[in-house]
């Protein structure tokens, strides 16, 4: 090989090189950044109480009043409640305490007008806590999964895992 012929071999991978190297710095700083976390879900302005003042009571649903806000793409957060269940009351207590602290109102439903409606779909078991985004449940407690157990057994987790999406 001539001597010009590998002095434009090595300016062309001198030439890669920086490309490379510049294109993975752009993606290291994206990622530090957060430009590849899935976006917060923001609730619709009347789900937030005025000063912060939430009094931790919810705003119980019947399955037609819960179709009628996903068929008007609302974003609200609601508890699938059941009567009689220690871990319902359990999550329940969670999902009154942060509605005090963050100021955030949280509808319910009980699981017999739930199995009445789209939310049955996704949320199979009770009780849970569903995130609904634009008319959309994006992401719920699963009562039946080992993954979700802590959420349902400490109120640090139940709150780290909603504040991670809202």
Partial sequence: MSKDKKKQMGI???????????AGSIIFVGAVSGWFDDPKISL????YCENSSCDGSFTNLTAEEYEALINNHKSFVIFVDQGGCHTADRLRGYI???????GIKFYRIMFA?????????????????AIISKGKPVVWLHADSDEDAERYNNYDEFKAWIQNYL
Wanted: net charge negative.
């Fill in 44 to 47: 619709d302005e009347e789900y």
């Fill in 113 to 129: 007008d739930a199995k009445d409606s789209s939310l049955h779909e996704y949320v199979k078991y009770y009780p849970s806590a």
């Fill in 12 to 22: 062309l991978g001198l030439a890669i090189a920086l490309v490379v190297v510049l």
């Fill in 96 to 102: 009154e305490d942060y509605s005090r602290e963050s």
